[in-house]
């Protein structure tokens, strides 16, 4: 399958959940500590080179981005400088972007769009804050304050519409209702940051916690004390883990040891694909919702590539 070379150094990729051959990019700078960024959308062709349909310049670098679940032209991005930025493919580069929402007082580290609502989404960041947003409004609709350290991802349930986790690096992973006051769970769930967390769309009391300490742990929040599994086989940080939205027991995960790996926590041996295509750290993994067993992958040398499961993502 084909690969894309960006510019700058890859930080998340994210399938179109409209379109089959869709991708966006977020892309930072000198490895995203000083510079630009810029969102790329892509378009897959059966036959020849991935091409790029759009491209969004930002004066900071893009950390990640998300598509909405509502309109097939519209995304999200996280932004360097503490900014959310919409985007809008049906509008001109000139009228972009569509909105620029400055709340958060640190790095914007992560954004993800409800797929029961469709019209709100969640932006994490480095200031310790969740914060939840709607189209609609030019100011957040309300910021979540309990995490002590920065948290990396927030990620909303697939089933219930009102629930998300939260992953940080104080080492914990919270549950929260966005009708409560307060979160509703909170699983110390590694001894080291929690980088990244994803649930289960078959399961929605399943939740998959990414850790600097190597490891990916399926917990179930029924019975939290003890995790389900833990996935050992990275060596180094895990930085993004993404439940299948095919297959109920497949986990993708990618690393800074540069690899990329696929899991079936099921089983007992459960690491079932290893992918070591990327010449830098990986940081940026997503599995197409319309197209079982095509994954993308993006990272830190400045390439993106889209393969199907069991083939080589650096074959032509």
Known sequence: MPFFKTP?????V???????NRLAVATSQNFGILGNGRLHVLDLNPSGPITEIAAFDTA??????????NNENLLASAIADGSVKLWDLALPPTQ???RSLHEHTREVHSVDWNPVRRDSFLTSSWDDTIKLWTIDRPTSVRTFKEHAYCVYSAIWNPRHGDVFASASGDCTLRIWDV??????????AHEFEILSCDWNKYDD?????????????VWD???????????????????????????????????YDMTVCLWDYQVEDALVGRYDHHTEFAVGVDMSVLVEGLFASTGWDE???????GTDPRAP
């Open 179 to 188: 009708r409560e006051p307060n979160s509703t769970m909170i699983l110390p």
């Open 303 to 309: 390439l993106v590539y889209v393969w199907q499961h």
């Open 96 to 98: 972009n972007p569509i």
């Open 221 to 255: 929040v029924r019975n939290f004390r003890v995790p389900v599994t833990v996935l050992n086989g990275h060596t180094y940080a895990v930085r993004k883990v993404k439940f299948s939205p095919h297959r109920e027991s497949l986990i993708a995960s990618c690393s």
């Open 205 to 217: 009391c399943l939740i998959a916690t990414a850790s600097v300490d190597k490891s990916i742990k």
């Open 8 to 12: 700058f150094n890859g930080y998340a």
């Open 14 to 20: 994210k399938f179109s959940p409209f379109f089959e």
């Open 60 to 69: 900071d670098g893009v950390y990640d981005c998300t598509w909405s679940e």
